[in-house]
T-cell receptor
Framework: GQQLNQSPQSMFIQEGEDVSMNCTSS?????WLWYKQEPGEGPVLLIA?????ELTSNGRLTAQFGITRKDSFLNISASIPSDVGIYFC?????????????FGKGTKLSVKP | ETGVTQTPRHLVMGMTNKKSLKCEQH?????MYWYKQSAKKPLELMFV???????ENNSVPSRFSPECPNSSHLFLHLHTLQPEDSALYLC?????????????FGSGTRLTVV
């Protein structure tokens, strides 16, 4: 079935640095979502995107719905230690089965104080 | 209580045991999902219930048996599991299947099969 390519797989950064990660698909998506999962917890929704080209912010996080509708980006500015976790992209494929979300493999973020 | 609650948080079971995982949501959602999360793998969709009816069974072995008595509760009954079934099992809910505003996840049950 459809899979999402999420990169990078992991990032080790210094506190204060900016972070960028992305997700691509081989088909068109109607919706792009970004989740964060902290150790021992389930994923929590950070940002939802519904239109091609849409740019949405949530505090220091900014995500964009690619204009081709086949990709999405998440940026974190001025990272802090509590940004540590795994970030997942997810999307609803246009015409996909039952509208179920498809998830990327995640980007594991480590922040060094 | 709000959100999606999963119990137990941790479970260790032998291969011959029978156990059940429980998920409860008080969000008024009508769709509920079971996912398996293993290390270095994407989230694997197992089952979907929409308005209490099972709409997806993603080729899950019969040793996993879901039950959805109402829109607020979802169970996963486990029987004669294998060590490779050890994983984090996540429950999620959404307004309805296919809703575009995403899923709300529980904290998961960390299952270890010995």
């Amino acid at each position: 079935g459809q899979q999402l390519n999420q990169s990078p797989q992991s990032m080790f950064i210094q506190e204060g640095e900016d972070v960028s990660m992305n997700c691509t698909s081989s088909s068109i998506f109607n919706t792009w979502l970004w989740y964060k999962q902290e150790p021992g917890e389930g994923p929590v929704l950070l940002i939802a995107l519904y239109k091609a080209g849409e740019l949405t912010s949530n505090g220091r996080l900014t995500a964009q719905f690619g204009i081709t509708r086949k990709d999405s980006f998440l940026n974190i500015s001025a990272s802090i230690p509590s940004d540590v976790g795994i970030y997942f992209c997810a999307g609803q494929e246009y015409g996909g089965s039952q509208g179920n979300l498809i998830f990327g493999k995640g980007t594991k973020l480590s922040v060094k104080p | 209580e709000t959100g999606v609650t999963q119990t137990p948080r941790h479970l260790v079971m032998g291969m011959t045991n029978k156990k059940s995982l429980k998920c409860e949501q008080h969000l008024g959602h009508n769709a509920m999902y079971w996912y398996k999360q293993s290390a270095k793998k994407p989230l694997e969709l197992m089952f979907v219930y929409n308005f209490k009816e099972q709409t997806e069974n993603n080729s899950v072995p019969s040793r996993f048996s879901p039950e959805c008595p109402n829109s607020s509760h979802l169970f996963l009954h486990l029987h004669t599991l294998q060590p490779e079934d050890s994983a984090l099992y996540l429950c999620a809910s959404s307004r309805e299947q296919g809703a575009s505003n995403g899923y709300t996840f529980g904290s998961g049950t960390r299952l270890t099969v010995v």
